[in-house]
């Protein structure tokens, strides 16, 4: 199975910056894309930005030209760097991969983190 663990979750004031990290680990036979999503309460959770393998990006709307995406492939990691914070992207943040294990070598979508959570309040 593929696990992954993400840090860098916090406070942080409207206007500030934060980073989070994600680290994937276990029996990954492959990882062709990676991404965060978030959930606020009562409200769905909403993909936030993904990158591939190769570094093609996507990002949603609400944070375009705010928040960066980038990952380290050797190191199965992948970051998001978030500035000009709002209160609006207060929520839980998810790390996804779409990954294949040794032990189930289709590609499957679904593998999630435990959840960071931000806050961003004055």
């Known amino acids: 199975q593929v696990q992954l663990v993400e840090s860098g979750g916090g406070l942080v004031q409207p206007g500030g910056s934060l980073s989070l990290s994600c680290a994937a680990s276990g029996s990954i036979l492959s990882i062709r894309a990676m991404g965060w999503y978030r959930q606020a309460p009562g409200k769905e959770r909403d993909l936030v930005a993904t990158i591939t393998f190769s570094g093609t990006t996507n990002y949603a709307d609400f944070v375009k030209g705010r928040f960066t995406i980038s990952r380290d492939n050797a190191a199965n990691t992948v970051y998001l760097q978030m500035n000009s914070l709002k209160p609006e992207d207060t929520a839980v943040y998810y790390c996804?991969?779409?990954?294949?294990?040794?032990?189930?070598?289709?590609?499957?979508?679904?593998?999630w983190g435990q959840g960071t959570q931000v806050t961003v309040s004055s």
């Open positions: 996804q991969a779409d990954a294949k294990s040794t032990l189930d070598r289709r590609w499957r979508s679904d593998y």
